[in-house]
């Protein structure tokens, strides 16, 4: 008579006990390796917008301009959502792809609760044209950016000039650099300006 063969109970916990501790590992590197990921096409991103944005200078003698064009939204300046529209870098003159579609990757869900996730502008890179009028006569941030400045979130989501507290506790107003020696998931912006492709601190 043949007997019914199978694992004991003891040999199944144990299975389940490897699988668990492989599971332990692997998952924070896979998740690292998404952040790592999204870093690089943000730098990746930002540079690309970079030659776009001396590229119409060329032809324009003065950078894009920036903001929502909307006639039925007033915005002030301290509360205009600050992105760049993006046909003034794909038409008349293709400086970027028009099919492509820069969005921060960090921001492709809503950060906080009043972030609209219907609202896909809020998913753009921020953009400022330092030339604007609101601005052409702080000299300081002509001193410390250029005359522009793009910036990405980074891993926690969050930009500076969102000007609220995020879940790091930090102010939103804070300028701080996002630096993946700090750890991959660390706070700050990513950004690159006219005077920096790759700024490394603002103080």
């Known amino acids: 008579m043949l007997k019914n063969k199978g694992f004991t109970l003891i040999e199944l916990l144990i299975v389940v006990a490897i699988i668990a501790i492989l599971a332990a590992i692997a998952v924070p590197n896979f998740l690292e390796a998404q952040v790592r990921s999204k870093a690089s096409r943000s730098v990746s991103d930002l540079r690309t917008f970079a030659t776009a944005l001396e590229s119409y200078r060329t032809d324009h003698n003065g950078y894009p301009p920036y903001g929502w064009e909307d006639p039925d939204i007033d915005f002030s300046p301290a509360t205009e959502p600050q992105f760049l529209e993006q046909h003034w870098l794909t038409t008349p003159i293709g400086y970027i792809s028009s099919a492509a579609v820069f969005y921060d990757p960090f921001r492709m869900q809503a950060p906080h609760a ?79 300006t006219q005077k920096d492709p790759a700024p490394k601190s603002f103080d």
């Not at 000299?139 to 400045?149: A, K, S």
């Open 114 to 192: 009043s972030w609209s996730a219907g609202e896909e502008k809020w998913r753009l890179y921020n953009y400022v044209n330092w030339d604007d009028v609101r601005y052409k006569d702080n000299t300081w941030v002509h001193e410390l950016y250029g005359e522009w400045r793009l910036t990405g979130s980074g891993p926690d989501t969050w930009r500076f000039n969102d000007g609220i507290v995020g879940p790091d506790q930090r102010p939103g107003y804070a300028v701080i650099i996002y630096d993946p020696t700090n750890g991959t998931v660390s706070v700050g912006d990513i950004y690159r």
